[in-house]
């Protein structure tokens, strides 16, 4: 049977540690990180939005599709259209 050490303590310590965390080594650790962080994730971002954009731009000049856009443009302009 395992005792519960966490309900040892005095009544008014949770008050303290309370106070007392925003101090300790761990925040500041936790609090640097993240600064170092954030700037790496927004250059992240940065770069693979527009390398994400610029795919479908790299796929539509590949020679078959290229190819293919030409000739359905050809047929689509040499169709006769008759006014309604």
Known sequence: ???????????GSWLRRVLRAPFTRRTWAELAYAIVSFPLAVGALVFTV????????????????????????ACASSSPRTPP
């Open 50 to 73: 527009p390398t994400l954009i610029n795919g479908p731009l790299w796929a539509a000049s590949a020679p078959g599709v290229r190819k293919r856009l030409r000739s359905a443009l």
């Open 1 to 11: 049977m395992r005792d519960n050490h966490i309900m040892t303590g005095r009544a």
